[in-house]
């Protein structure tokens, strides 16, 4: 009888080392799709493209990942290089991200998106699309006390022109930002705003381009270091 037992709690123990359990989970939610994807302690992942208006596009990826500190690489049906920040997957080849809903894994984070609701950050990357910075430019890592500062210069910027007809509040716009230190060492953001609700699910993933919409629409660069705006561009209506 001892014997027995000693066999099937054995049993039952390699059973529980080979589960497969979940270690993070992440998502993006946009216009009609949603993105579930998942890591295992396995090291296999579990993408899901789902698609509200069109089931038949829906699809499956699997594959397997390495995870090293925060950088992440997934290979099989779905290649991927990136890393792990401020509660989100962020792409290295683009300005994309899935934002992370569980996880049980630690990673670095400098900004608690829950305090700035209006914002989101990507990092700078001269081999990503949509390079707006001069060709010296090197990344530069946001800080609260920086999103901050953004805040109490935007409103200053768009009293500076007649377009945004009495949306002056910052707080009125999502806002995409990417940051960069210039030759001399001052830090430069970029800015892309959207009125606030209009695009506030997409924008919190990845950067695309929107024409017309007038003054719900602008995007400009802001010079932290002098605290000055500079190509402040609002679309047509």
Known sequence: MIRFFSIFFFTLFLFSCKQKTELVQAEIKSFGLKIDFRLYNDSTYIMKRIYEFDSIKNETLEGNFKLQNDSLVCYGDFNFNGFIKNNFIESN??????????????SN??????????????????????????????????????????????????????????????DDYS???IATKNRKGEIEVWVNCACDGMSKDSFKYFIGTVHDGGPCFFKLKINLTKIECFDVFVNGS
């Open 93 to 106: 080849q683009e300005y994309e991200k899935y934002e992370i809903i569980k996880s049980k894994i630690k």
């Open 175 to 177: 806002k995409q930002c």
């Open 109 to 170: 984070s400098k900004i608690d998106f829950k305090r700035f609701p209006t914002y989101t950050t990507f990092t700078f990357d001269k081999s990503k699309e949509y390079n707006r910075f001069n060709e010296t430019a090197i990344p530069y890592e946001l800080t609260e006390n920086d999103l901050l500062k953004i805040d109490s210069i935007l409103p200053i910027c768009m009293n500076k022109t007649e377009n945004f007809e009495g949306k002056q509040n910052a």
